[in-house]
């Protein structure tokens, strides 16, 4: 359409603070990641073990969007949201759980893959059960699951099961995923920095003998010419 000078058309209503409040989670996603990071490089006093943290929460997004996926539920905003910012606190506990327990047991002597292994199987239950005691308590919020006191009976589908569904799903999935994450891909990262620069070390070592052996095979040549 179009419209005579000095007049425009706008969307607002819902969509006005459906936007503004897509900008509010926004920003406090990434604020409350950002102040999750420099806590724990205070607490572990390095740098690669937060980073692995921190890419454990990010990898644990592809359980959210596997839920929603599996249910056909749209991004919520406001609710889907909300349950990926309080999924990454429930993701970054676990794996202070386990790190922090890495590195207590690697001051015993043990090596980076004794000392994944050993973590694993140790704090297998208590990260377990975290994982296992949330997601219990989000199954009648996520499929509208009630009790009524005055009939004494189940109900199913109740009025606000729709509006909560999203950000109980978001956690649901996210963290069934990101529980599997922590005990199996978790240990995997750690065990590859931890040998990342005796890996280092031993490429450029292996380098520079072959730059010695090209070197010396072009000075008889030279030599010769």
Same mark, same amino acid.
């Given at each position: 359409?179009?419209?005579?000078?000095?007049?425009?058309?706008?969307?607002?209503?819902?969509?006005?603070?459906?936007?503004?409040?897509?900008?509010?989670?926004?920003?406090?996603?990434?604020?409350?990641?950002?102040?999750?990071?420099?806590?724990?490089?205070?607490?572990?006093?390095? !740098?690669?073990?937060?980073? %692995?943290?921190?890419?454990?929460? +990010? =990898? #644990? *997004?592809? @359980? /959210?969007?596997?839920?929603?996926?599996?249910?056909? !539920?749209?991004?919520?905003? %406001?609710?889907?949201?909300?349950? +990926? =910012? #309080? *999924?990454? @606190? /429930?993701?970054?506990?676990?794996?202070?759980?386990?790190?922090?327990?890495?590195?207590?047991?690697?001051?015993?002597?043990?090596?980076? *893959?004794?000392?994944?292994?050993?973590?694993?199987?140790?704090?297998?239950?208590?990260?377990?059960?975290?994982?296992?005691?949330?997601?219990?308590?989000?199954?009648?919020?996520?499929?509208?699951?009630?009790?009524?006191?005055?009939?004494?009976?189940?109900?199913?589908?109740?009025?606000?099961?729709?509006?909560?569904?999203?950000?109980?799903?978001?956690?649901?999935?996210?963290?069934?995923?990101?529980?599997?994450?922590?005990?199996?891909?978790?240990?995997?990262?750690?065990?590859?920095?931890?040998?990342?620069?005796?890996?280092?070390?031993?490429?450029?070592?292996?380098?520079?003998?072959?730059?010695?052996?090209?070197?010396?095979?072009?000075?008889?040549?030279?030599?010769?010419?």
């Amino acid at each position: 359409m179009s419209f005579p000078s000095g007049y425009s058309v706008s969307f607002t209503g819902q969509n006005q603070e459906q936007a503004k409040a897509s900008a509010f989670l926004t920003k406090a996603f990434f604020v409350a990641i950002l102040l999750i990071f420099f806590i724990l490089v205070a607490q572990f006093n390095s !740098l690669a073990q937060p980073l %692995i943290i921190m890419t454990a929460v +990010v =990898i #644990s *997004l592809v @359980g /959210v969007f596997i839920g929603l996926i599996l249910f056909a !539920l749209p991004f919520g905003i %406001i609710m889907t949201g909300i349950g +990926v =910012i #309080s *999924l990454a @606190g /429930v993701v970054v506990n676990n794996n202070i759980v386990l790190i922090d327990y890495m590195n207590l047991i690697r001051k015993k002597g043990l090596n980076a *893959l004794e000392t994944a292994v050993q973590a694993g199987l140790r704090r297998f239950r208590p990260v377990t059960l975290t994982a296992v005691t949330t997601i219990l308590g989000l199954v009648p919020l996520s499929f509208g699951l009630d009790f009524d006191v005055h009939e004494f009976k189940f109900t199913t589908g109740g009025e606000s099961a729709m509006w909560w569904r999203g950000m109980g799903i978001a956690v649901i999935f996210g963290l069934s995923f990101a529980t599997v994450l922590t005990l199996i891909i978790v240990p995997v990262i750690y065990n590859v920095v931890d040998e990342l620069p005796a890996a280092i070390k031993e490429a450029r070592l292996a380098i520079k003998e072959l730059i010695i052996k090209i070197n010396g095979k072009k000075k008889p040549i030279e030599e010769a010419v």
